[in-house]
């Protein structure tokens, strides 16, 4: 079955430059959520869309933007990165036509971001 | 905000052994899920549980979503080396919120 794709899977900046990460849902799945993890910690929530409308915002810097596009793949912007920055990006889909249960999130590998 | 109190932090077992950890919150989530995450790779979905009281299979995997909602436990059974890798639980208050995670547990298969 068709997993969750994200590109790069590595990226490696210098302090102050920006990054664009980049998520393509399973086929079907309408609403796309970010997570980053630092080393050695759980994933924490940035933000997330619906129907390429933003749904929920989580500890997402405002250095950060992202956005749906029409055909349901997502970008995490990055600006002014900063050492701090450097973790695993996460990008999640799920398909909430279907009401209630059986919405899960799917992971996709993660684009592991280093700044130096 | 939300926090899972996720136990034990860590496990070190002999292979065929049986495994439990479990997560509790202070506030009540209405789907549990439990992930399984692999060295710089993604969560893998587990489990996923949404009714209060359910208890799910998924081959060695059990697991339970608890009666009050603000916990939920993750049994293995008959460990094997590939079992190895870090469990996190997850909560979620709705149908498309985010996950709140726990701080996962290190499992460490011993052969």
């Not at chain 1, 900063?82 to 036509?97: H, M, P, Q, T, V």
């Amino acid at each position: 079955a068709a997993g969750v794709i994200q590109s790069p899977r590595h990226l490696i900046k210098e302090k102050r430059e920006t990054a664009t990460l980049k998520c393509y849902p399973i086929p079907r799945h309408d609403t796309v959520y970010w997570y980053q993890q630092g080393p050695g910690q759980d994933p924490q929530f940035l933000i997330s869309f619906y129907e390429k409308m933003q749904s929920d915002k989580g500890s997402i810097p405002d250095r950060f933007s992202a956005q749906q596009f029409s055909d349901y793949h997502s970008e995490l912007n990055m600006s002014s990165l900063e050492l701090g920055d450097s973790a695993l990006y996460f990008c999640a889909s799920s398909d909430n036509k279907r009401r209630g249960r059986y919405n899960e999130q799917f992971f996709g590998p993660g684009t592991r971001l280093t700044v130096l | 905000g939300q926090q899972l109190n996720q136990s034990p932090q860590s496990m070190f077992i002999q292979e065929g052994e049986d495994v439990s950890m479990n997560c509790t919150s202070s506030s009540i989530f209405n789907t549990w899920l439990w992930y399984k995450q692999d060295p710089g790779e993604g969560p893998v979905l587990l489990i996923a549980l949404y009714k209060a009281g359910e208890l799910t299979s998924n081959g060695r995997l059990t697991a339970q979503f608890g009666i009050t909602r603000k916990d939920s436990f993750l049994n293995i059974s008959a460990s094997i080396p590939s079992d190895v890798g870090i469990y996190f639980c997850a909560g979620q208050v709705g149908g498309n919120t985010p996950l709140v995670f726990g701080k996962g547990t290190r499992l460490s298969v011993i052969a």
